[in-house]
């Protein structure tokens, strides 16, 4: 909704959108990603609410508010997010794991976005965008079943075009 409202220019809207937001998400800290995934997630909770944090903060908040929301994120500077396998393409509920490692992928391009060029945050996530990205992709080209590939490329689409980074 709040790209749709950039893209048409409906102001009051994205305002609208903006202010419910900040309203919603703006004092959220210690997002549990260790909860993650449930088994047959194919968005992540966490980074879905990072990215859409960054897309209605100026970049100096934005990088405050993700310390406080990932506070251990430089801490394991290896495998700070690992992708999700699937055991099983066959199975309709395994297969969305995929798909939340494509997801994964493209919500981590969008928070590196929103942070300065030096940040000390920018390399871990690079790691784990590099991760994601292949893990995911190669679930489209690779193997696929049903499950997956009927829906899979939408995913890819997004991550590949950049949807909606600046």
């Known amino acids: 909704m709040l790209d749709w409202a950039k ?4 102001e009051e809207f994205e305002a609208l959108l903006t202010s419910r937001v900040k309203d919603y998400y703006l004092a959220d800290t210690q997002c549990p990603l260790i909860y993650e995934p449930s088994g047959q997630d194919f968005l992540s909770p966490c980074l879905a609410e990072a990215d859409l944090m960054r897309r209605v903060m100026s970049k100096k908040d934005y990088s405050l508010w993700l310390k406080a929301f990932f506070p251990n994120l430089t801490e394991n500077t290896s495998g700070w997010l690992l992708p999700a396998t699937v055991t ?3 199975d309709g509920k395994l297969a969305h794991l995929d798909g939340l490692n494509i997801s994964r992928a493209w919500m981590i391009e969008g928070i590196m976005q929103a942070l300065p060029d030096n940040d000390t945050r920018v ?3 690079e790691e784990a ?3 994601h990205r292949e893990a995911g992709l190669s679930a489209v ?3 696929m079943h049903y499950m997956g590939s009927h ?3 939408s995913f890819a689409s997004y991550l590949e075009t950049k949807r909606g980074l600046n």
């Open 7 to 10: 893209i048409v220019r409906n």
């Open 88 to 90: 099983d393409k066959t």
């Open 123 to 125: 390399p871990v996530l």
């Open 129 to 131: 965008l590099k991760a």
């Open 141 to 143: 080209f690779g193997d």
């Open 151 to 153: 829906w899979l490329g």
